[in-house]
């Protein structure tokens, strides 16, 4: 068989994307660049507020997994913004942590919304104000996440690449659960505390959360999946084969 008869399926994409497409992700990478500094900002803000009441852990702070993922997603964020100004389509690898961002920024509004919100101030810390935890558990993760239906320019994911998500989530509770049980005895969440919880406790919140992890990395790769095949069908992107 000849190498030209290669099903149209199979082919590599030629094709310019639809002029809406180019205006969506320039548009779209213009939000991203915007939503990095609003999340920076808030970072800004709730770190001073924090100095301001003399009760700035730098150990604690950047140990919380809301912290930890802000700035992955101002990292992500910022090049994301650059990809879609500057380019036609996205890399590879950048789709696989685009959809790993997805998953880590609904944990983050879900787990936060659910269990944490309520939950008494952590060394007599209260927020000043509400901006840096709004963004942070509410506007940020919905906006990585409706960034993520809209976005034009992204690879079409493999399910061989979900497992990727879960890594980081593993070694940030390792790490926790280390610190807690043979270093400083400090742990970020009470779900985490294995002498109020029990190892039973711990083991069923990590256990559940890791389902949710891996359940919205799921469904990140599937609404991908989706989303290219759509925009391909409509002549929007080229990118989806």
């Known amino acids: 068989m000849s190498h030209s008869a290669v099903p149209a399926s199979k082919a590599a994409p030629t094709e310019t994307p639809h002029v809406l497409a180019l205006w969506l992700r320039k548009g779209l990478g213009v939000l991203n660049l915007v939503m990095a500094f609003a999340i920076a900002i808030a970072m800004t803000i709730n770190i001073s507020d924090r100095l301001i009441q003399g009760i700035f852990n730098p150990t604690h ?4 997994f809301t912290i930890q ?3 992955i997603n101002i990292v992500v964020l910022l090049m994301g913004g650059i990809f879609a100004v500057m380019r036609k389509n996205d890399p ?7 959809a790993s961002v997805v998953s880590y920024a609904i944990v983050t509004g ?5 269990l944490l919100s309520g939950f008494p101030s952590v060394h007599g810390y209260i927020a000043t104000f509400s901006y840096p935890g709004d963004m942070q558990h509410i506007w940020a993760p919905l906006f990585i996440a409706i960034e993520w239906l809209l976005m034009p320019g992204r690879t079409r994911l493999q399910w061989g690449v979900l497992w990727i998500s879960a890594v980081y989530p593993l070694l940030w509770v390792v790490g926790s659960l280390l610190r807690g049980l043979v270093g400083d005895g400090w742990v970020p969440y009470f779900f985490l505390n294995v002498n109020d919880m029990g190892i039973a406790g711990v083991a069923a919140y990590i256990a559940a959360i890791a389902a949710f992890v891996i359940g919205n990395s799921a469904i990140a790769v599937a609404v991908g999946r989706i989303h290219s095949r759509v925009f391909v069908g409509f002549q929007l992107d080229r990118t989806g084969i």
């Open 61 to 64: 702070y950047f140990h919380y």
């Open 69 to 71: 993922t802000s700035i």
């Open 92 to 98: 590879r690898w950048y789709s696989i942590v685009r």
């Open 110 to 114: 879900v787990i936060y919304n659910l």
